[in-house]
Nanobody
Framework: QAQLAESGGGLVQAGGSLRLSCAAS????????MGWYRQAPGKQRELVAS???????NYADSVKGRFTISRDNTKNTVYLQMSSLKPEDTAVYYC???????????????WGQGTQVTVSS
């Protein structure tokens, strides 16, 4: 089995910064795409940013220029550096990874348990 564990959420004032981390562990053969999603109360879960194994990135328009996604393939870890935070960034942030557990397995999406980010005005 494979697991994703997020860390780094918390309470921050508007204009501040936070760095989220997500480490994949367990039986892992390879990880293709990793990403961060968020879900605010009463809203649908939305993609924040994603990154492939070769470093290609994609960002939601609402976070471009403020958030940076990166990964360390040696540690099976993805990061989200969040700067110039706004109250509308308040949400539960979820890590997502498209991974194969063994050479013979297909790729499946795994989710972390989520970490709360609260931005006060």
């Amino acid at each position: 089995q494979a697991q994703l564990a997020e860390s780094g959420g918390g309470l921050v004032q508007a204009g501040g910064s936070l760095r989220l981390s997500c480490a994949a562990s367990g039986v892992i053969f390879s990880i293709n795409r990793m990403g961060w999603y968020r879900q605010a109360p009463g809203k649908q879960r939305e993609l924040v940013a994603s990154i492939t194994s070769t470093g290609s990135t994609n960002y939601a328009d609402s976070v471009k220029g403020r958030f940076t996604i990166s990964r360390d393939n040696t540690k099976n870890t993805v990061y989200l550096q969040m700067s110039s935070l706004k109250p509308e960034d308040t949400a539960v942030y979820y890590c997502n990874a498209d991974l194969k557990r063994t050479y013979f397995d297909g790729s499946y999406y795994y989710w972390g348990q989520g970490t709360q980010v609260t931005v006060s005005s």
